[in-house]
T-cell receptor
Framework: DAGVIQSPRHEVTEMGQEVTLRCKPISGHDYLFWYRQTMMRGLELLIYFNNNVPIDDSGMPEDRFSAKMPNASFSTLKIQPSEPRDSAVYFC?????????FGEGSWLTVV | AQSVTQLGSHVSVSEGALVLLRCNYSSSVPPYLFWYVQYPNQGLQLLLKYTTGATLVKGINGFEAEFKKSETSFHLTKPSAHMSDAAEYFCAVTTSLTGGGNKLTFGTGTQLKVEL
């Protein structure tokens, strides 16, 4: 299997622009997670889905962030409008039972 | 609520020396514990996990960890460090593998440096 696939790997955008991050989970996995990693806050869980349904979005920082999972093989995390403090690495992960597998991350810089 | 504490944000060892990365957890119910490794500019890779059964868990790349309930610890060890082990290591805990989802709570990470 190709693993969890994220795109883009790197994105630089201007403050106020919309950013969309994409994730393809491992086939057959029933959970999908979005994490954010920063130096200051470490790894934070933003939201997770079970069988395409959002279960817990309490980690989403504010209304500017939204996530969708229209089918079992695709999810998006959208930031609109983006701000410099959103600069971070965003990881998508998927799991089946106890092991969670991470993608390589999307490096976002908002200037 | 569960949490993990990783003692030492930076650890430096000589090549060939013992690696010991410390992790203590807090959980009101039996925990499930994980170690992940992150190489520069890459995602997190699962090293090993403790769910049930044997408390000494062996993982990839020669790493192992022992679950000690009495000490609420899950320290990561490797008998002999290699230069390629230089990376950041994260301990993580969850209290559910099903139902509510195995969402992990991560520690703050330990950067391992291996010197010649």
């Amino acid at each position: 299997d190709a693993g969890v696939i994220q795109s883009p790997r790197h994105e630089v955008t201007e403050m106020g622009q919309e950013v969309t991050l994409r994730c393809k989970p491992i086939s057959g996995h029933d959970y999908l997670f979005w994490y954010r990693q920063t130096m200051m806050r470490g790894l934070e869980l933003l939201i997770y889905f079970n069988n395409n349904v959002p279960i817990d979005d309490s980690g989403m920082p504010e209304d500017r962030f939204s996530a969708k999972m229209p089918n079992a093989s695709f999810s998006t995390l959208k930031i609109q409008p983006s701000e410099p403090r959103d600069s971070a690495v965003y990881f998508c992960a998927s799991s089946f039972r106890e092991s969670i597998y991470f993608g390589e991350g999307s490096w976002l810089t908002v200037v | 609520a569960q949490s993990v504490t990783q003692l030492g944000s930076h650890v430096s060892v000589s090549e060939g020396a013992l690696v010991l990365l410390r992790c203590n957890y807090s959980s009101s119910v039996p925990p499930y514990l994980f170690w992940y490794v992150q190489y520069p500019n890459q995602g997190l890779q699962l090293l090993l996990k403790y769910t049930t059964g044997a408390t000494l868990v062996k993982g990839i790349n020669g790493f192992e960890a022992e679950f000690k309930k009495s000490e609420t610890s899950f320290h990561l060890t490797k008998p002999s460090a290699h230069m390629s082990d230089a990376a950041e290591y994260f301990c993580a805990v969850t209290t559910s593998l099903t139902g509510g989802g195995n969402k992990l709570t991560f520690g703050t990470g330990t950067q391992l440096k291996v010197e010649l």
